[in-house]
């Protein structure tokens, strides 16, 4: 099994920045791609970014491109979330995900494993 664990979450400002990290555990030889989702109260969760732990391919909603940077250090094996200029949208919890995928990165529905949570808010 694969085990994640998300940090970094608080309180911040509109505009600030907050860097969020997943620390993974487990078989994680097993998958091939880390994502990022947020979900906000009453909402769907959504899709923030992605990254291949090979490779190190890149993908990003397009609310966060040129905002947000997602990488990776397969030999401590976490992912990072660097996220600047956030805005009180931004406010969700955000969770880690991995899981084996091709062509399709964005659906939640795609990754086996997910980590707790990490609240982020973006005051105004």
């Known amino acids: 099994q694969v085990q994640l664990v998300e940090s970094g979450g608080g309180l911040v400002q509109a505009g600030g920045s907050l860097r969020l990290s997943c620390a993974t555990s487990?078989?994680?030889?097993?998958?091939?791609?880390m994502g990022w989702f947020r979900q906000a109260p009453g909402k769907d969760r959504t899709f923030v970014a992605s990254?291949?732990?090979?490779?190190?391919?890149?993908y990003y909603a397009d609310s966060v491109k040129g905002r947000f940077t997602i990488s990776r250090d397969n030999a401590k094996n976490t992912v990072d979330l660097q996220m600047n200029s956030l805005k009180p949208e931004g406010t969700a919890v955000y969770y880690c995900?991995?899981?084996?995928?091709?062509?399709?990165?964005?659906?939640?529905?795609?990754?086996?494993?997910w980590g707790q949570g990490t609240q982020v808010t973006v005051s105004s």
């Open positions: 995900a991995a899981g084996i995928l091709t062509m399709v990165v964005t659906d939640p529905s795609q990754y086996k494993y």
């Open positions: 990254i291949k732990r090979f490779g190190g391919n890149t």
């Open positions: 487990g078989r994680t030889f097993s998958t091939n791609t």
